[in-house]
């Protein structure tokens, strides 16, 4: 076990009081806003390309349809609850599970979806390299620039993952994490 993975557990069962309550108190919200599921499971690609099922709270009202999209600004599949913990990122707090069963790291790349990353990896020279290392729950990416909304946003996505990559050290973990938390006390940040 790595010194990322055991201040991946540390951090996860201190903050773990802390991301249920709000968890529960947001899955009410959702609840009472149109009834319907309270999580949103996707597959996504993570370390070394291996598919894992990642965890969200539901922020957009759900749909009949198996195609997948990206998210744009103003997307009106947004639901009021889940502008809110979109723009603090509280939407990303069922993914402490994810960490502690070992799938993700606090800090690190953002895990694309399935369909998504096998366009990107067509599309995107190098793309695979952000496999080189565990998805995060937040990452330079998501404090730099935030939600990507087409190929040519994901290439500079790509471009903050493999400087993360390059770089990868206790103290820009550390930068990351501040900047994230930041962005979930004043909902302002990388869109």
Do not use: C
């Not at 009021?80 to 913990?85: E, Q, R, T």
């Not at 998504?116 to 067509?122: D, G, K, P, T, V």
């Amino acid at each position: 076990m790595n010194i990322k993975r055991i201040i991946d557990l540390i951090f996860s069962v201190i903050f773990l009081p802390i991301v249920l309550f709000v968890i529960f108190i947001v899955a009410i919200l959702i609840k009472l806003e149109d009834g319907g599921d309270v999580f949103y499971i996707q597959n996504r690609k993570g370390y070394l390309g291996n598919t894992f099922k990642m965890y969200k709270l539901r922020s957009m009202k759900e749909q009949n349809n198996s195609i997948i999209t990206y998210t744009t600004f103003n997307d009106e599949r947004i639901t009021k609850v889940g502008n809110f913990i979109r723009k603090t990122r509280i939407d990303e707090l069922p993914q402490f599970l994810n960490v502690l069963k070992g799938e993700m790291s606090l800090i690190g790349p953002r895990a694309e979806f399935v369909d998504f990353a096998r366009q990107l990896e067509q599309e995107i020279p190098n793309y695979h390299q952000r496999y080189l290392v565990k998805p995060g729950i937040s990452g330079w990416a998501q404090v730099m620039q935030g939600y990507a909304t087409g190929v040519e946003e994901s290439k500079i996505k790509l471009e903050y993952d493999l400087y993360y990559i390059r770089n990868f050290s206790f103290s820009l973990d550390v930068l990351i994490f501040f900047k994230t938390i930041k962005t979930v006390i004043t909902g302002f940040g990388a869109r």
